[in-house]
Nanobody, 124 residues
Framework: QVQLVESGGGLVQAGGSLRLSCAAS????????MGWFRQAPGKEREFVGA????????AYADSVKGRFTISRDNAKKTVYLQMNSLKPEDTAVYYC?????????????????WGRGTQVTVSS
């Protein structure tokens, strides 16, 4: 199993940037494909993007494509979400998640391990 802890959230003005980190403990991170999801108040959990265990492949939601980038450092057991050109609609709690199913798609039910989330607030 793997335990996940997100960090790096905060308050930022529209147009600004943040980098979220997801630190893993337990089993080697290279065993897992990793995803980022977000959930705003009153809304359903939303797929942001995901990266394969080797970082060879990545997938993004249309709403963040071109603005957000996912990367990983398996040696440091950390996955990153670089968020640029932030918009107020990006405000949400951001979660990282992992799965050992070779899956980098948007279905949150396919991810087995979850962090507790970090709040991102973008002011207009």
């Amino acid at each position: 199993q793997v335990q996940l802890v997100e960090s790096g959230g905060g308050l930022v003005q529209a147009g600004g940037s943040l980098r979220l980190s997801c630190a893993a403990s337990g089993r080697s991170l290279s065993s897992y494909d990793m995803g980022w999801f977000r959930q705003a108040p009153g809304k359903e959990r939303e797929f942001v993007g995901a990266i394969s265990w080797s970082a060879y492949s990545a997938a993004y939601a249309d709403s963040v494509k071109g603005r957000f980038t996912i990367s990983r450092d398996n040696a440091k057991k950390t996955v990153y979400l670089q968020m640029n050109s932030l918009k107020p609609e990006d405000t949400a709690v951001y979660y990282c998640a992992g799965n050992g199913r070779h899956y980098i798609g948007p279905l949150w039910t396919r991810y087995d391990y979850w962090g507790r989330g970090t709040q991102v607030t973008v002011s207009s």
